[in-house]
């Protein structure tokens, strides 16, 4: 597993961007793919963006166009850029990663976005 501390979070306006960042240590970061999720309270965790090991990425498709993914292998961080933010965004956001599994098994502490109208 890999160790993930997230920053970034914070109280943005409508229409505004905002950029998450997770740091990674550990074993071997650039051989993981990176993810970012989100979870509102009593909600099931939604996937946002995905990064593998080579820099594919996957978005969510209402994402799409609003988000931004992508990481810095020498500084162990993968970033996710949200552009456009509305209202409905505000909730937690999850920086996660796995290592040669289908299944996410290593998560960041979740730090909180909120939009105001």
């Known amino acids: 597993q890999v160790q993930l501390v997230e920053s970034g979070g914070g109280l943005v306006q409508a229409g505004g961007s905002l950029r998450l960042s997770c740091a990674a240590s550990?074993?071997?970061?650039?051989?993981?793919?990176m993810g970012w999720f989100r979870q509102a309270l009593g909600q099931v965790r939604e996937f946002i963006a995905g990064?593998?090991?080579?820099?594919?990425?996957d978005y969510e498709e209402s994402m799409k166009g609003r988000c931004t993914i992508a990481r810095e292998n020498g500084k162990n961080n993968v970033l996710l850029k949200l552009n456009t933010l509305k209202p409905a965004d505000t909730t937690v956001y999850y920086c996660?990663?796995?290592?040669?599994?289908?299944?996410?098994?290593?998560w960041g502490q979740g730090p909180r976005v909120a939009v105001s109208t």
């Open positions: 996660a990663a796995k290592f040669l599994s289908n299944d996410y098994d290593s």
């Open positions: 550990g074993r071997a970061y650039s051989s993981f793919d």
């Open positions: 990064i593998n090991w080579s820099g594919r990425t």
